[in-house]
């Protein structure tokens, strides 16, 4: 039996990890596997998955999911389901740089059709950044159009008026995507429901580039002090998209100008400290010498 497959995009920070964590511990009697996809070569993405059990985990890194669909994907799919043979769901996060139309076309394509088939394609909206992002990334309303759901996600600081104006514009972006609001009513069952008209799209030759942005990696064995690591990051500049990683037993966050400090039970493997940071024209030393003035050394 081919086992269906939910695809979630967004763009950088939109919370598309945080809606896998809520639709694990929403459905704990699904058997779901998931695949990451990490934009660099350094392991994050699991670290900020919090529910335990799951089906089988894996790690794509080494570029936008769009990037290495054609090789990589189908490798990893087949890899994930010998390990975990009973998963009756594969749920693959696409990184927030992705575009959705080469993956949509992998994961439809006859090379690994025998094994699953394409349930749902769902984009994750940032409504706190969503008219700048959308304005300066256009990615951003490609995500949306190749979408069968688009869920708004961050919609606690908005009011009605604002959140009704939202979902009109989401919602004629695609045609025949369906717009959710995430609040406290969401109920992710429909994640598992696909639409029941196919979504109409238009494969096309790929040319998403991601020349413009930048990728930087702060990895250090030395023990940081969290609130001065966390004081750091806030203090970054504008060109800055996202961050996210850990220190010690705490995840770290950043998107727009809110930064989130979690602190979790279990110990995080690998460096002491691991940050990706993704923007523009990226001046790295600059960021290794705010983040180098936490540590405790100093």
């Known amino acids: 039996m081919?086992?269906?497959?939910?695809?979630i995009t967004g763009f950088l920070g939109s919370?598309?990890?945080?809606?896998?964590?809520?639709?694990?511990?929403s459905h704990?009697?699904?058997?779901?596997?998931l695949i990451l996809n990490e934009f660099g070569s350094v392991m994050l993405e699991s670290k900020f998955i919090e529910v335990k059990g799951v089906g089988m985990v894996s790690e794509l890194s080494g570029g936008c999911l769009c990037c290495v669909a054609?090789?990589?994907?189908?490798?990893i799919i087949r890899y994930t389901l010998e390990q975990a043979p009973a998963s009756e769901y594969l749920i693959i996060e696409a990184s927030g740089l992705s575009d959705?139309?080469?993956?949509?076309a992998t994961l439809t394509s006859s090379g690994i059709s025998t094994l699953i088939h394409l349930d749902t394609v769902v984009a994750v909206v940032d409504a706190d950044n969503f008219e700048n992002t959308s304005q300066s990334h256009p990615l951003v309303l490609s995500q949306i159009a190749e979408a069968d759901y688009a869920v708004i996600s961050k919609t606690s600081s908005h009011s009605p008026t604002d959140i009704i104006s939202l979902v009109e514009r989401v919602s004629s972006i695609g045609l025949g995507t369906k717009t959710f609001v995430w609040d406290d009513s969401f109920d992710t069952s429909i994640i598992f429901d696909p639409p029941f008209t196919p979504h109409l799209f238009q494969a096309e030759h790929h040319h998403h580039s991601h020349a413009t942005f930048d990728q930087y990696y702060y990895l250090s064995n030395e023990k940081h002090d969290i609130a001065l690591l966390s004081r750091s990051i806030s203090q970054l500049p504008k060109n800055i998209l996202r961050v996210k990683g850990y220190s010690d037993n705490?995840?770290?966050?950043?998107?727009?100008?809110?930064?989130?400090?979690?602190s979790v039970t279990a110990p995080i493997e690998g460096y002491q400290v691991a940050i990706l940071v993704?923007?523009?024209?990226?001046?790295?030393?600059e960021i290794e010498s705010l983040f180098a003035s936490a540590k405790l050394s100093h």
């Open 2 to 7: 081919k086992v269906p497959v939910i695809l």
């Open 70 to 75: 054609n090789v990589d994907l189908p490798r």
């Open 250 to 262: 705490y995840l770290l966050q950043k998107v727009g100008n809110r930064v989130d400090v979690r």
């Open 28 to 33: 704990p009697d699904k058997k779901i596997s």
């Open 100 to 104: 959705p139309d080469p993956v949509r």
């Open 15 to 25: 919370g598309k990890t945080t809606l896998i964590n809520k639709i694990l511990s």
């Open 278 to 285: 993704i923007g523009t024209a990226l001046d790295k030393t």
